[in-house]
């Protein structure tokens, strides 16, 4: 039982750690989020009015965490892949082989047109672990800063202005219809 989703896991992940740490990332707020809803919703010593104000803030905290994590870290996880893959960032052994094959890839290194994942299918002699083993770890790299950024920069500065917002929203509603009270 343990053995087959360990094998989806390997086999997904391999050969981008990356898309890993986005994925798991992601879960990982959305799991927090959950937690942190629930615990509002299902404790008793918050009264039924905090409840109302705290909840919807706690949704929009949510949306916000895993919103900006997941775009942040999947943007620069296909960024940083992309110059992987155009040859724009690469090992030394890429280099070399783009070097030796200036006839075929010398002015397209670092373009778009460039694919180094479609040049190791048709050529035997591109070193293909070696550009893997860089490019797994580059985006990795890049995604793991980002992370950083979007987990301890971003997230705060936009679920605090969200907050602000929301707060004075709620606080220029009445806490009761006009109407309704009474002396």
């Given at each position: 039982m343990v053995k087959s989703p360990l094998d989806w896991i390997y086999n997904n992940f391999k050969r981008n750690t990356a898309k890993m740490l986005v994925v798991t990332g992601t879960i990982g707020w959305g799991l927090s989020s959950l937690a942190q809803?629930?615990?509002?919703?299902?404790?008793?010593?918050?009264?039924?009015?905090?409840?109302?104000?705290?909840?919807?803030?706690e949704v929009l905290d949510a949306v916000v965490n895993i919103g900006s994590?997941?775009?942040?870290?999947?943007?620069?996880?296909?960024?940083?892949?992309?110059?992987?893959?155009?040859?724009?960032?690469?090992?030394?052994?890429?280099?070399?082989?783009?070097n030796k094959n200036k006839d075929l890839y010398?002015?397209?290194?670092?373009?778009?047109?460039?694919?180094?994942?479609?040049?190791?299918?048709?050529?035997?002699?591109?070193?293909?672990?070696?550009?893997?083993?860089?490019?797994?770890?580059?985006?990795t790299l890049g995604t793991v800063g980002a992370s950083i950024v979007a987990s301890n920069i971003v997230t705060p500065v936009l679920r605090n202005a969200g907050a602000s917002d929301f707060q004075k929203y709620f606080n220029k509603k009445p806490a009761y219809p006009s109407g309704s009270m009474k002396v």
């Open positions: 809803i629930g615990a509002v919703l299902f404790n008793p010593k918050i009264p039924r009015e905090q409840k109302a104000f705290l909840v919807p803030q994590f997941f775009l942040i870290t999947q943007m620069t996880k296909k960024i940083v892949s992309k110059m992987a893959s155009t040859g724009k960032i690469a090992p030394q052994k890429v280099r070399d082989y783009l010398g002015d397209k290194v670092g373009k778009l047109s460039l694919d180094l994942d479609e040049v190791l299918k048709n050529n035997p002699k591109f070193p293909t672990e070696s550009y893997y083993s860089y490019k797994n770890y580059v985006t």
